[in-house]
Each structure stands twice: as C-alpha cells, then as structure tokens.
C-alpha cells in the first residue's frame, strides 16, 4: 500500500511539474518571443539601410571577391560585440557623462581611416598603368574593426535602443542585453556577408573586377566619408 501510495505521489509530483514546466516554456517562447520578433525585424531594418559600412563591403566584394569581403564584414560585426559588452558592463553611461572620451575615440578612429583612404587612393594612382593585382596586404578584418570601434555613439545607441525590447522580467537587464547584442551581432553578420556574396558574383559575372583602379578610388571615397562622420558628428 505504502509504495503505491508513494507511486501516486510522484505521479501527481510529475504531472504538477510537467504542468508548471510547460506554462514556463509556453510564456518563454511564446509570449516573449513576439518581442524577439519585432527586436529581429527591426534589426535587420537598420542593418539594411544604405550606409557607407555596408557601401565598402559591396566595393570590396566587388573589387577583391567575396573571401575578402566577408573578412571585412567579420571585422566590421566584431565591433557589435565590444559595443554590447560595453554596455552590459554599464561603461556605456560613462561614456554617455563623458563626451571628451567619445570624441578622442572618433578623432583617432578618423585619423587612421583617413590615413588608410589617402594610400589606397596613392597606391591606384601608382599602379593604374601596370595593372598589378589587387593589393593583398591590407587587414580588411583590423579595418572593419577599427571602423566599427571608432564609432562610440554606437555604444550609446544600443544603450537607449535595446531597454525598449527587454523580452523577460525574471532574466537580468545584463543577460537579456548580451543576449539582444548577440542577436544584432549574429543578423548584421549574416546581411553584411550575404551582400559580399552577391556583390562578388555581380561582379565576376559583369566583370566589374577587372576595373578595379576605380574601386580603389571608391573605397577611398567610401573611407573618406566615414572619417568625415566621425570628425563631424551630428
């Protein structure tokens, strides 16, 4: 009698926790999952609007073919992640108090990019009667990281941006803003390096890579125009 008693009790244990187990997940999944939804969406949204970064992957892919340009979107992405360990380490409202530290950041992130305009553009100029290879010496990974990381405002957007889309109550502002940086990380990665892709094939199809003395100069452009932000910011 006694072992089916305690047969009966685990039973009904089993089932109160099976219950309890699926009104959790059913919450997690289901309710808080439109919140994910609309923080994807919406991510996506701005990763897809025209901008110089996602302008120098395409001339990039174009120029040097998909390999590089994924290593560049690599580097340009990577720099989500320190934005998003800034602010879950809360550095972001230090820099958010502190505006001298944001402009020193933009100023040396400026510099090297203009540095880096000036000899791409040298180096087309140079070579365009010898029609060398593409240079393969340039860190497009290190010049998509620099990129990234010398924009602190970035930091300070997802500091205003993700409170807006915390998705459970229990979880700490911390986790879910790791997990929100993660989730912008891992889509601006995918949108970044599928546009490499079809950049690249455009252009073996097309041909557009034998004309690659312009797309040195566009990149320098492209450069130019991202110091420019930084210098003069809005």
């Known amino acids: 009698m006694e072992l089916v ?3 009966d009790l685990l039973s009904s244990f ?5 219950s309890r187990t699926n009104i959790l997940i059913y919450k997690f999944f289901l309710l808080e999952l439109n919140t994910l939804l609309l923080f994807i969406f919406t991510s996506i949204s701005l990763t897809l609007f025209p901008g110089p970064d996602i302008l120098f992957v395409v001339s ?10 994924v290593k560049l979107s690599l580097g340009l992405t990577s720099g989500i992640i320190i934005h998003t360990l800034v602010v879950v380490l809360g550095l972001g409202t230090i820099l958010k108090h502190e505006p001298d530290i944001i402009r020193i950041i933009e100023i040396s992130g400026a510099t090297y990019l203009i540095y880096l305009a000036i000899q791409i553009w040298r180096n087309s100029i140079k070579n365009q009667n010898n029609l060398p290879k593409p240079s393969k010496n340039q860190n497009l990974f290190l010049t998509g990281f620099i990129m990234n990381l010398s924009n602190p405002k970035v930091s300070l957007f997802f500091l205003s941006f993700f409170p807006g889309f915390l998705f459970h109550h229990e979880l700490s502002y911390s986790l879910q803003f790791f997990i929100l940086g993660s ?5 601006a ?3 970044f390096a599928s546009c490499s892709i079809l950049a690249a094939r455009l252009g073996e199809k097309f041909k557009l890579r034998d004309r690659f003395f312009k797309w040195d100069k566009i990149q320098s452009l492209i450069l130019f125009i991202i110091a420019l932000i930084l210098l003069n910011p809005l």
């Open 14 to 18: 089993s089932k109160i926790l099976y």
């Open 183 to 187: 989730i912008f990380f891992v889509q």
């Open 189 to 191: 990665l995918f949108i």
């Open 5 to 7: 008693h305690t047969q």
């Open 60 to 69: 990039t892919s174009l120029q040097k073919g998909w390999k590089k340009g």
